[in-house]
């Protein structure tokens, strides 16, 4: 088991470096920083000192290393935009991303399974061709466009939820959290339902496949035959082999809320890192990119990670050689 | 009174061509701890009539006629519930790949126990004793070792050891074993058969074995019935209708045994091929492949009649024949 999460975190290592690399890429060679910072008027001794400050007359490698070695500290330089440590942007910002997300993510699953898991059973009844109906939605429209539908029927017309940003927070050390007062709540639905609703009929869609398919597997037959209930039959036999390629799907998809909230960020002026991205790629803020590239692909990592433990956790043959570290899925 | 009386069973497929039917008025009987062997080219319908009895037909597939009893009650219109409770516990099931007839995410004493509980008022721990029992009884070394490990711990024998204890856990009194032979090696072949044999007299269960092996049906079945196009071709004694078959598909099919004992090669294939559902010939479904037809095979459909101590559909055997 150890020795398994071990080899997981040593395969993260290469992934995070080649993105260091690239993002440091982004970092040196696009834009000119100094010129950036100057603005038009300087002079040659102005230029030469602030190069040296940033350690940009040293060699290729020496600066990715230090680069490197700065961002493991948290340290991603100074945003162009802001004038600010990067870090400091990202810390402040992160929370709200960070709930956004994670809303969606919850309400996509608690919402997306079941309803997978309904349409999957009860093929033919109208309430499965519904849902079925309602996910094409989903999949299909853009998510600014519901975004911008659902500000219209509940802020415009019914005036129910806030339009934009986070409503009331609090604040606790370096985290600021909606979670905790009704409007921060309120301030949330909307935004998370536009984030999350792609994911949701993703999720539903895909777990209504996986069980139409391990329904009518030779095991789920075979438990039938020994006359288990229709409960234990779809619950317990049939939902659990689903979950391995479920699961899959919904760590990528989570993932791809945190990296992809940017949309949904500017619909709803929501004050995360999408939004920070946005506006730091309007004027080439080279710094606040190069993290945010970073900070995604630990993200990933961290999830592909959980992934595998649940792997691990769900499906016996994967614990096959108790202690001996086996990669592949 | 039979244990299983099956009759004039039809099972019909609607499709957009119209209905197909693949069973078309079946019937035998299975009297208690009694083997019925069930053979037949590969779409006669065997599987079916087995899925049919145990309530388990894949949809659109549905029986659209005839009765199944048992013990004298029918149980082929029972509401979902009653018919779960006969599955498994009055009627059991063995398939034919036991790779894939096990759940891979659950170890095999959980899906014992599961099952046992499923039919019995039993608490764990005696639930669990007897799963362990079953598994020394179908031959398991060190079952109570092995009993939390997973199907794929497992070979494929073994694995359909596990099967079989799985269909016979809550003590059914009949049991259907579909081809429960055909995925596994030949060298354990006969082990499984031979286990399967024993278990079932011990406890008086009755077995509807379906293979396409004659030998295995020489050897275990007390009674065969030979299917042909979703209709019983014959049925009778074991002896009498490997010795002497009385329907000219079953002398086909029997001059299809590779005899050990006389090494020449008696392989005999029948021309041609069974037709499909939707082109059944009319008359006896067999005429454009036998040798022995006649006028009458083509217009008129036989029924099962006596032909020697065997029931054989097939006019050579008509009533009016016998005495021409
Ligand atoms: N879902 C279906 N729709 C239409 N026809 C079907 C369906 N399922 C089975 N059949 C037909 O029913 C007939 C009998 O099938 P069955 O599976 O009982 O054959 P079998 O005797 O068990 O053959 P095998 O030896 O290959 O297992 C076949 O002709 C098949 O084409
Ligand atoms: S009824 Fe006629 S065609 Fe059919 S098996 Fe008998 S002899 Fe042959
Ligand atoms: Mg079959």
């Known amino acids: 088991m150890f020795a398994f999460i071990l080899s997981r975190i040593l395969q993260a290592v290469p992934v995070l470096l080649v993105v260091g690399f690239i993002s440091y890429a982004m970092f040196a060679f696009v834009g000119d920083p100094v010129t950036i910072m100057l603005g038009q008027d300087y002079t040659e001794a102005q230029r030469v000192a602030l190069v040296h400050q940033l350690g940009l007359d040293q060699p290729f490698f020496v600066q990715y290393a230090k680069y490197m070695w700065a961002a493991l500290h948290g340290n991603f330089g100074i945003s162009y935009r802001m004038a600010r440590p990067v870090g400091d942007l990202i810390a402040e910002r992160l929370p709200a991303t960070l709930e956004l997300s994670l809303t969606s993510a ?3 699953v608690l919402v997306g399974v079941p309803m997978g898991v ?34 219209l029927l509940f802020s415009v017309v019914l005036g129910w939820l806030p339009s934009f940003g986070r409503g009331d927070v609090v604040h606790f050390a370096h985290w600021s959290t909606g979670f905790l007062t009704p409007l921060g709540l309120k301030s949330l639905i909307l935004p998370a339902i536009t984030l999350g609703l792609f994911q949701m009929t993703l999720i539903m869609r895909l777990v209504r496949a996986e069980m139409l398919e391990v329904l009518r597997s030779d095991y789920i037959k075979f438990a039938r035959a020994r006359g288990l209930s229709q409960r234990a039959i779809n619950f317990g036999h049939a939902l659990k082999n689903t979950l391995v390629p479920v699961i899959t799907i919904i760590g990528l998809q989570i993932g791809g809320l945190v990296a992809f909230s940017i949309v949904t960020e ?14 730091s790629i309007g ?32 499906d016996p043959r994967l614990r096959m050689d108790r202690g001996r570290a086996t990669g592949g899925h | 009174m039979s244990l299983l009386d099956v009759q004039d069973l039809t099972v019909e497929f609607p499709t957009r061509r119209g209905v197909l039917r693949a069973l078309d008025g079946v019937s035998f009987s299975i009297e208690a701890g009694e083997v019925l062997g069930v053979v037949g080219e590969s779409g006669a319908g065997k599987s079916l009539t087995g899925a049919a009895i145990i309530g388990l037909l894949e949809p659109p597939g549905r029986v659209a006629g005839g009765r199944i009893l048992l013990d004298g009650a029918r149980i082929d219109d029972l509401p979902a519930d009653r018919m779960r409770a006969i599955r498994g516990k009055q009627i059991g099931a063995i398939f034919q790949d036991p790779l894939t007839t096990l759940n891979p995410l659950y170890s ?14 039993l608490s764990d721990r005696d639930a669990r004793a007897r799963a362990v029992k079953w598994l020394e009884d179908v031959g398991i070394p060190a079952a109570r070792e092995r009993i939390d490990a997973y199907p794929h711990e497992f070979s ?49 269960t009755s077995v509807m074995l379906v293979t396409h092996d ?25 002896r009498e209708v490997v010795k002497h078959p009385a329907h000219p598909y079953s002398e086909g099919l029997m001059g299809s045994i590779p005899s050990l004992t006389h090494r020449v090669e008696r392989l005999r294939q029948i021309d041609g091929a069974m037709p499909r559902l939707t082109a059944i010939p009319q008359g006896c479904a067999f005429n454009p492949r036998c ?3 006649f006028d009458r095979c083509r217009v008129e459909r036989p029924d099962l009649m006596e032909a020697g101590r065997s029931r054989a559909a097939c006019w050579l055997y008509a009533a009016e024949n016998a005495h021409v």
């Open chain 2, 214 to 238: 004659m030998g295995v049906i020489a050897e275990t079945a007390d009674r065969v019935a030979v299917m042909y196009a979703g209709r019983i071709a014959e049925i009778g004694p074991v």
């Open chain 1, 266 to 279: 500017t619909v709803f002026q929501w004050p995360g890192m999408g939004l920070l991205l946005v506006q």
């Open chain 1, 118 to 151: 309904y349409t999957g059973i009860r093929r033919n009844a109208v309430v499965s061709r519904i849902f079925m109906i309602f996910s094409l939605l989903g999949v299909s429209l853009p998510t600014f466009l519901i975004g911008i539908l659902l500000i």
């Open chain 1, 106 to 108: 919850v309400l996509a």
């Open chain 2, 108 to 121: 095999i004493g959980r899906q014992l126990v599961e099952t046992i509980q499923t039919h019995l008022r």
């Open chain 2, 291 to 293: 040798e022995k037809v």
């Open chain 1, 283 to 314: 004027v080439a803020d080279i710094p606040v990119m190069a993290a945010y590239l970073q900070l995604i692909a630990v993200v990933f990592v961290c999830i592909n990670l959980i992934v595998d433990l649940l792997y691990y956790a769900v």
């Open chain 2, 156 to 204: 494929g024998g073994m694995r359909q050891r596990v099967v079989i204890a799985l269909a016979l856990c809550a003590e059914p009194r009949l049991v259907i074993a579909d081809e429960p032979t055909t995925a596994l090696d030949v060298s354990i072949q006969a082990q499984i058969i031979a286990l399967l044999k024993n278990l079932a007299r011990e406890h008086g």
